[in-house]
């Protein structure tokens, strides 16, 4: 049998390191784990409420967390932060934070960081591919599309594999395109990978992205 594994949990201490930063308790962990979530998701729906993109990209590559006794630092990654970058936007943003956490003893920090190369990031270009899907391109043309960016951005290598009920047929399948080089079992490769759900009128769609950024020797 095939044993799957996330290529960030399988380089975890070698090439790549976590989204989140703290040490906790035992009986305090899980606690800890549903407020990082709950941070994340509270970050991604202001940002889905209050963004109007043409290409329906949020941009959010990545949000890390780091924890201290009385203070919380999330740096968000953005490939185009155009609404995030006013100061207003960002406290207004931590108040939500913060009120949604209802952390009284805790101050947070919210920072914004912009990336240089948006489509490197799997996150990025799984929200180009649903956008393009939402709006009834075919599948074909928007992995070929994704494809065309990442290259552009300069990486060595990507694999696109979108499931579900693609074009509307019948029955559920699975396609996949790569391009370049994509080692899942070279541990000193850095392959950057994201899992994402887009919903469809046909049913929900799911999303896979590897991206082979680099390697170190």
Request: hydrophobic share 40%; with cysteine.
């Amino acid at each position: 049998m095939g044993q799957k594994i996330n290529p960030l949990g399988f380089r975890l201490g070698t090439t790549q390191s976590h989204h989140s930063l703290w040490f906790a308790r035992a009986k305090n962990y899980s606690e800890d784990l549903q407020e990082d979530q709950k941070i994340r998701n509270c970050i991604k729906n202001y940002i889905q409420k209050n963004t109007k993109i043409s290409s329906n990209v949020e941009g959010v590559a990545c949000i890390e967390i780091q924890k201290r006794i009385d203070f919380i630092q999330v740096i968000i990654y953005m490939g185009f932060p155009k609404l995030l970058i006013e100061p207003r936007r960002i406290e207004e943003l931590q108040m939500n934070v913060q009120k949604e956490l209802n952390c009284v003893n805790r101050k947070l920090n919210i920072a914004i960081t912009r990336i240089g190369n948006p489509y490197r990031h799997p996150n990025i270009l799984a929200e180009f591919i649903a956008g393009q899907l939402k709006n009834r391109v075919s599948f074909r043309k928007a992995m070929k599309k994704a494809i065309e960016l990442t290259e552009q951005a300069g990486t060595k290598g990507i694999q696109v594999q979108i499931a579900g009920r693609i074009d509307g047929k019948e029955i559920a399948r699975v396609e996949w395109i790569r391009e370049g080089r994509v080692p899942l079992q070279t541990i000193r490769a850095k392959i950057d990978y994201c899992s994402y759900t887009v919903g469809t009128i046909y049913g929900v769609l799911g999303i896979k992205i590897w991206i082979f950024a680099d390697e170190k020797e």
